[in-house]
């Protein structure tokens, strides 16, 4: 802190002396300066005195200065804004406020102004409290690009209950999360983009997923999974004449390795095969033809559990 004297000098030889003050005072360049330039080490009052000693008399006179703190000045933390979007700052200080850079804001000398930044700014408030004392402090505002979101893919499963969903990545600062819209899922992970459902419902499933960073509004995107259900027939007619005269699953592809099993009415096995390929055409495991009645059938899947039903042979 400095101040500069200024003394009227007289005929005598002068010299500047700290009367009294909280801090040390040095005199630049010399003390017997008349306009010497005192700087101290703390605030406060101090009081500084200009001598003249002449071979016939001496004076003395006396001058308080006060040195006042800076006036103390908080931008506020540093924020975020969506580009497009306006945020507005405040300062706090007691004084007058001047904002830069000025075209960026609503009142640059207001302590609170709206900015409307295309960029990522830093912006410099200046306080001057009533004695002219200033000091500043800086507020850095980010600008964030819109968010953008894809949940990925529809999906047709067939006879299948489970599958992985496929949003985009999320970016650093996002944060994501899914939810059932419609249908049904159990979510392995609800807050990551490339989680894992089961317990899928026949159907479309509607599934929601929504991003956010805090600073930009929200934006989301929804995925169908479709699960389609098995058609099995009751009747077969095995006569040759090119309709039902086969067992045929519609969706037998979507199980996986497939093993089938056919029973009489009686409990007996009369037919069975590992990997069922949609061609049992009502005949026993030495390929004789059944007889008409109806049969109990197993289907046990490699993706999914037991299927079992009733079928009819009439020929």
């Given at each position: 802190?400095?101040?500069?004297?200024?003394?009227?000098?007289?005929?005598?030889?002068?010299?500047?002396?700290?009367?009294?003050?909280?801090?040390?005072?040095?005199?630049?360049?010399?003390?017997?300066?008349?306009?010497a330039t005192v700087s101290v080490s703390q605030f406060g009052s101090y009081d500084f005195a200009w001598s003249e000693i002449s071979p016939n008399c001496s004076s003395i006179d006396v001058i308080r200065v006060v040195f006042h703190a800076p006036p103390l000045i908080d931008a506020g933390p540093d924020l975020s804004v969506c580009r497009g979007n306006s945020i507005q700052l405040q300062a706090t200080g007691s004084g007058s406020f001047s904002w830069s850079p000025a075209g960026l804001l609503s009142n640059p000398l207001i302590s609170n102004p709206v900015a409307l930044p295309s960029e990522t700014t830093v912006f410099t408030v200046l306080l001057t409290d009533n004695w002219g004392c200033t000091n500043s402090d800086q507020i850095k505002v980010t600008v964030e690009e819109a968010l953008s979101v894809n949940a990925g893919p529809d999906q047709d499963l067939g006879f299948v209950f489970e599958t992985d969903l496929e949003a985009d990545d999320l970016k650093a600062g996002e944060t994501g999360e899914w939810r059932v819209i419609s249908g049904y899922g159990d979510f392995e992970d609800i807050?990551?983009?490339?989680?894992?459902?089961?317990?899928?419902?026949?159907?479309?499933?509607?599934?929601?997923?929504?991003?956010?960073?805090?600073?930009?509004?929200?934006?989301?995107?929804?995925?169908?999974?479709?699960?389609?259900?098995?058609?099995?027939?009751?009747?077969?007619?095995?006569?040759?004449?090119?309709?039902n005269d086969f067992f045929v699953i519609n969706g037998l592809e979507s199980l996986g390795k497939t093993r089938f099993i056919v029973f009489n009415r009686w409990g007996a096995q009369v037919y069975a095969v590992d990997e069922y390929k949609n061609d049992w055409d009502g005949k026993?495991?030495?390929?004789?033809?059944?007889?008409?009645?109806?049969?109990?059938?197993?289907?046990?899947?490699?993706?999914?559990?037991?299927?079992?039903?009733?079928?009819?042979i009439k020929r």
């Open positions: 802190m400095e101040f500069q004297l200024n003394a009227v000098p007289g005929l005598g030889k002068g010299v500047w002396t700290k009367i009294n003050g909280p801090g040390d005072a040095v005199f630049l360049p010399d003390p017997n300066r008349p306009d807050r990551k983009n490339n989680t894992h459902v089961k317990n899928l419902g026949i159907g479309v499933n509607t599934f929601i997923w929504t991003i956010s960073n805090n600073v930009c509004e929200p934006v989301t995107d929804t995925v169908n999974i479709r699960v389609s259900d098995l058609v099995i027939p009751t009747l077969i007619t095995p006569n040759l004449d090119g309709r026993d495991e030495n390929g004789y033809p059944l007889l008409n009645d109806t049969y109990y059938y197993i289907l046990i899947p490699e993706n999914t559990k037991m299927i079992n039903g009733f079928i009819v």
